[in-house]
């Protein structure tokens, strides 16, 4: 494993890259050394089960390249990292698609509520010829490259009542993401968003601020949201997307060679991060089960959902991201 925690927060990213860690700059006998940052704390599935995976994989590959891992936001709140990966002060980056969007809004989409069916519909799409316009796209907007892209896991809804269908959702004030898709996902599934930031959330349902949320099962446990929220219903609206992304600076430093083994260690880890990714899932549905902390509502209508949200998409999308959310559904 190749976690980097020699490094302070409080090093900017100019440090580091006059250190030999940031852009590809790491030369000399030891070759060349990537930085890998994401926001992640060292026991989240995208961490041990993917990030430490890319540098063993690469380490082992034995093309005079390395990848120095930084979790925990050590580079720089996630909000801020992706910049400098444009920039080239940092190598590599995981960045949701509702990010990336921020940058190049047609990559968004890939966070619409049911714009995918399953991880497999993701790969399924990702993987075909249908998706190299938005990758050059994006590539040509950005000066990074999008190497993968690996599953983040469903997105559900919590509250103190069950949600089984679009109208459950009538009266309750959701917590979403101040993001544009986030809050096109809001008005696709009939809710009312209401943006609190992340870090605020537990205290804005404990304090009846907000009545309920969203996010995956591994988050909504790791901050202990069920501690606030009776029930989580399992409405599976969004196929969260991690893109893996790749400074154009530091890929054009790259020879052939290195190019190969970077790119294979990342594809080759999806697979695994995704298991990963399930495993956690299922181990604390099994627990909330097992304990009676929290309901779990899994008769939910999602067909009800899903017909409603696509239906809104595609009155509302124009352009390219109309264009990319028609070809997902193409892709099912």
Request: aromatic residues 8%.
């Given at each position: 494993?190749?976690t980097?925690l020699?490094?302070?927060?409080?090093?900017?990213?100019?440090?580091?890259t006059?250190?030999g860690?940031?852009?590809?700059?790491?030369?000399g006998?030891?070759?060349?050394?990537?930085?890998?940052?994401?926001?992640?704390?060292?026991?989240?599935?995208?961490?041990?089960?993917?990030?430490?995976?890319?540098?063993?994989?690469v380490?082992?590959?034995?093309?005079?390249?390395?990848?120095?891992t930084?979790?925990?936001?050590?580079?720089?709140?996630?909000t801020?990292?992706?910049?400098?990966?444009?920039?080239?002060?940092?190598?590599?980056?995981?960045?949701?698609s509702?990010?990336?969007?921020?940058?190049?809004?047609?990559?968004?989409?890939?966070?619409?509520?049911?714009?995918?069916?399953?991880?497999?519909?993701?790969?399924?799409?990702?993987?075909?010829?249908?998706?190299?316009?938005?990758?050059?796209?994006?590539?040509?907007?950005?000066?990074?490259?999008i190497?993968?892209?690996?599953?983040?896991?469903d997105?559900?809804?919590?509250?103190?009542?069950?949600?089984?269908?679009?109208?459950?959702?009538?009266?309750?004030?959701?917590r979403?993401?101040?993001?544009?898709?986030?809050?096109?996902n809001?008005?696709?599934?009939?809710?009312?968003?209401?943006?609190?930031?992340?870090?605020?959330?537990?205290?804005?349902?404990?304090?009846?601020?907000?009545?309920?949320?969203?996010?995956?099962?591994?988050?909504?446990?790791?901050?202990?949201?069920d501690?606030?929220?009776?029930?989580?219903?399992?409405?599976?609206?969004?196929?969260?997307?991690q893109?893996?992304?790749?400074?154009g600076?530091?890929?054009?430093?790259?020879?052939?060679?290195?190019?190969?083994?970077?790119?294979?260690?990342?594809?080759?880890?999806?697979?695994?991060?995704?298991?990963?990714?399930?495993?956690?899932?299922?181990?604390i549905?099994?627990?909330?089960?097992?304990?009676?902390?929290?309901?779990?509502?899994?008769?939910?209508?999602?067909?009800?959902?899903?017909?409603?949200?696509?239906?809104?998409?595609?009155?509302?999308?124009?352009?390219?991201?109309?264009?990319?959310?028609?070809?997902?559904?193409?892709?099912?």
């Amino acid at each position: 494993m190749r976690t980097s925690l020699r490094w302070a927060a409080l090093l900017p990213v100019a440090a580091l890259t006059l250190a030999g860690c940031g852009g590809g700059s790491g030369s000399g006998d030891s070759g060349i050394t990537l930085s890998f940052a994401n926001s992640y704390t060292q026991d989240h599935p995208h961490t041990r089960c993917g990030i430490e995976l890319v540098a063993d994989k690469v380490e082992k590959a034995d093309v005079g390249m390395t990848v120095d891992t930084f979790p925990n936001s050590q580079l720089g709140e996630n909000t801020e990292t992706f910049s400098s990966v444009m920039s080239g002060d940092i190598d590599m980056d995981v960045q949701g698609s509702a990010a990336l969007g921020s940058t190049y809004k047609p990559i968004g989409v890939f966070d619409a509520a049911y714009a995918f069916d399953d991880a497999d519909h993701l790969f399924r799409f990702f993987d075909s010829e249908a998706s190299e316009t938005i990758k050059k796209d994006f590539e040509e907007a950005t000066d990074t490259k999008i190497l993968d892209v690996w599953y983040f896991g469903d997105r559900h809804f919590t509250a103190n009542k069950p949600i089984r269908k679009p109208a459950d959702l009538k009266g309750l004030r959701m917590r979403f993401p101040d993001s544009p898709i986030y809050l096109q996902n809001a008005k696709a599934l009939g809710a009312d968003a209401t943006t609190v930031a992340f870090e605020e959330v537990y205290l804005a349902l404990q304090q009846g601020t907000v009545d309920g949320q969203e996010n995956p099962i591994p988050t909504i446990d790791s901050k202990n949201f069920d501690e606030v929220q009776s029930h989580v219903s399992l409405t599976s609206h969004q196929i969260g997307s991690q893109m893996i992304v790749v400074s154009g600076k530091t890929w054009d430093k790259l020879s052939a060679e290195q190019q190969e083994a970077l790119q294979k260690a990342v594809s080759e880890t999806r697979a695994k991060n995704r298991e990963c990714i399930e495993k956690a899932e299922q181990k604390i549905v099994d627990e909330w089960k097992a304990q009676d902390t929290v309901k779990i509502v899994d008769d939910v209508d999602v067909d009800a959902f899903r017909a409603r949200a696509r239906d809104y998409f595609e009155k509302n999308l124009e352009g390219e991201s109309l264009e990319l959310y028609q070809a997902f559904q193409e892709a099912r």
